[in-house]
């Protein structure tokens, strides 16, 4: 008779996550892990500006509206008048434009040019590229995961399931998180082989990658995709497969038809390539 061990033992890792962890300490902490490329350069300038903007004009009785058309923002004051009528006044109206003799970094236009929070603003638009949203600090967690190999165990993300060979990277990337701000925590729950531990994550992977080939199916067949596209999504049905080789090693469980699936898309994607270079 022949024994065979299931190896199913990981983690599920979550987290809970506060604004303004330090970007160049994540990105140098993530070095080790080689999980840098996760994390941008730096954060990209029109949040940047609205954070900077509210924390200059605090309360909610200063209001933080966009420009139309244009890259940045007006700061109106909402106050009511003796009949209690509602007045708006403008405070301060910024600009974002990026002048070629700068080297394509951004510069901030104000109006009125002599307001004396100008040089306020300036230091926390600064400061706040450098910092990372909580909201975007679980992004790079979550392409983190997704570099791992990890499985998200439900469609809206939040718990994410990793194989123990993963799991030091994984607590590197926590440790990281965490020293970077006090107020990040992160979670790691140990699994086991237990059969509903199987059938959960099994049950993941399935729907992950089902969701996954049919959007690459639906914009190869939309015929609206480039010759780069199109090799882009030829590539990304190619490393589907590979992640389902790789589940079918750890859960000694076939993935034929999804392989199979996986198969049809990429040869598709192909086609669609070979039609698009004789064009």
């Not at 004009?57 to 106050?79: D, N, T």
């Not at 990277?169 to 790691?188: F, H, T």
Request: hydrophobic share 40%; glycine share 8%; proline share 5%.
């Amino acid at each position: 008779m022949q024994h065979r061990e299931l190896k199913l033992n990981g983690v599920i890792g979550y987290w809970s996550l506060t604004d303004g962890t330090p970007l160049d300490v994540v990105h140098d902490g993530l070095k080790p892990a080689g999980l840098s490329h996760c994390v941008p350069v730096e954060m990209t300038d029109k949040p940047s500006l609205r954070r900077a903007l509210a924390t200059v004009f605090p309360g909610r009785r200063q209001l933080i509206r966009p420009l139309e058309g244009k890259a940045g923002f007006a700061v109106i004051h909402e106050s009511t008048d003796d009949n209690g009528d509602m007045v708006h006044e403008q405070q301060m109206q910024v600009l974002i434009i990026y002048p070629s003799h700068m080297g394509g970094e951004a510069y901030l236009v104000f109006r009125p040019a002599d307001h004396f929070l100008i040089q306020r603003v300036r230091e926390e638009f600064e400061q706040e590229k450098g910092k990372v949203p909580a909201a975007q600090m679980g992004q790079i967690l979550v392409r983190c995961v997704e570099e791992l190999k990890g499985v998200s165990l439900r469609p809206s993300g939040g718990f994410y399931w990793l194989a123990e060979e993963d799991v030091p990277k994984w607590e590197q990337v926590c440790d990281v998180i965490e020293s970077a701000n006090p107020g990040n925590r992160m979670y790691l729950l140990r699994t086991t082989t237990e059969p509903e531990t199987v059938d959960a994550v099994c049950d993941a992977v399935i729907t992950q990658v089902q969701a996954k080939l049919d959007a690459l199916a639906e914009s190869i067949e939309s015929g609206d995709l480039g010759k780069r596209a199109l090799k882009s999504r030829e590539t990304m049905a190619q490393e589907l497969d590979e992640y389902l080789q790789r589940y079918e090693g750890i859960f000694q469980k076939s993935f034929k038809e999804l392989r199979d699936r996986a198969d049809e898309v990429e040869a598709t994607a192909a086609l669609a390539l070979m039609q698009a270079l004789s064009a």
